[in-house]
C-alpha cells in the first residue's frame, strides 16, 4: 500500500474484536491508536504493540482530544457495550468531524437506530450468525450477493429448477415485486443480458435487483414447489 | 402527566416518589428489583424489570404514551442512548438526561437533547454557598463545568 492510501484508524475497545482489528489494520500499514479503559487489559497490550495503545476512557473528551481524533480518518468503537459505542462515534461525528465512524452493536435492533443518530457503519455478529443459520434452514435458492445503501437494496442470485414456478416463463410474464429489476440470466456459463421476452429454462441462474423487505416474494416465483 | 424514569437511584427514586405523591402517572425503570427499595412507601406507580437502552423493556414501559421520559441511571451514556431511543423510536415529547461529564452534556445539549449536568450543577451551588452568593443560573453553572474540563484538557496536550 502507497502512503497515500494509509489511514489513521482509531480503535476503542481492545476487547478481542479491537485486537484483531488492530492487528490487521496494521499489517495494512495503517497508523492505527487503540484506546482501552481497563487498564490491565491496556498494560499487556501495550507489551506486545508498543505506544500505539492508550489508557484511556475513549467517551471522554478530553482523551478524544489526546488522541488525535480531529485527524483520524476512521473511528471504530468496538467495545462490549452498545451505549458506549454509540457515544464514542456520535462524539468523533459532531465534536470531532470524523468522515467515518463504526460501531460494532450486540442487540441487532440497535442496527437501526444508530444509523437514524448518524453512525455511518455498524457491524453486528449476532446479526450475521442468525442470518447464516437462516440461511441454512430456509434452504432457498435465492443466494444474497450483495447488500447497497445500508441493506435497503440487495442484489441476489435465484437458481431456475425444473419445478419453479418461472421455470418455462418469459421474463415478461413473471409478477415481479415491485421495484426489482432483473439485471442478468447466466446460462450455461454465459451472462445474457436479458429483455422481456427472455424465456428462463431450468438450469438458468437469475441475478437480480430488489428491495430487501421483497426478497419473500421473489423467493415464492423462483424457489420451487417442493420447498 | 404519565411520566417514566429510567434508573432507581437516590436521584431517580426521589423523583418516582415525588411526582407520585404530586399525582403524576410514574413508571420506574431499572435492572435490578432491589433498588426499588429506595422509593417512598406511598408510592404507587409501576415498576419494571429491565435494560433500559433495550427497545422491549421500554415498550413494556409503555413509553409510546408517555408525555416525558427521565433518564437517570449512573451511566451517562446509558441516559443519552436512552433518551435517543424514546425520541426516536417512541416520540416522547419531553426527555431529560443526568450527564456527568460536563462535556458530554454540553455536546448532547448542542443536539437538542435536554441535558442536567449534576456535576456542574451541585459544584455552582456549593460555591455560591460558600460565598454567600444567591443561586446563580443553570447556565452559568454549566459554563463553569466546560471551562473547568476544557482547560484541563488544554494543559494535558501541552
Redesign the interface.
Known sequence: MSAADAMYVIVVGAGKVGYYLTKQLLQEGHEVLVVEKDRKTAEALAEELGDIVMHADG????SM??AGMGRANVVVAVTG????N??IC??AK??FGVPRTIARVN?P?NEA?FQ??GIDQTVSSTRIIFNLIEQQIEASQIIPLAALKRGEIEVVEADITPDSPAAGLRIGQLELPPNTLIISVIRDDHAIIPHADTKLRPGDSVIAMIKSERERELREIFASRKA | MKVVILGCGRVGSTIASVMCREGHDVTIIDQNPDSFRRLASDFTGTKIVGNG???DTLRRAELDKADAFIAVTN????N???V??AK??FKVPKVVARIY?P??AA?YA??GIETVCTTCVGAGLIRDKVLGREFSSFEEYLRLGIVN?SM??DH??R
Do not use: H, T, Y
Open positions: 467517551c471522554e473528551v478530553r482530544q489526546e457495550d452498545d451505549e458506549d454509540l457515544v456520535q462524539m459532531r465534536k442487540d435492533k437506530l437514524e443518530l | 437502552i433495550d427497545e451511566g451517562d451514556n446509558r443519552i442512548m436512552s435517543q431511543l426516536v423510536r461529564d462535556i458530554r455536546a448542542e443536539l474540563a484541563e484538557a494535558e496536550r
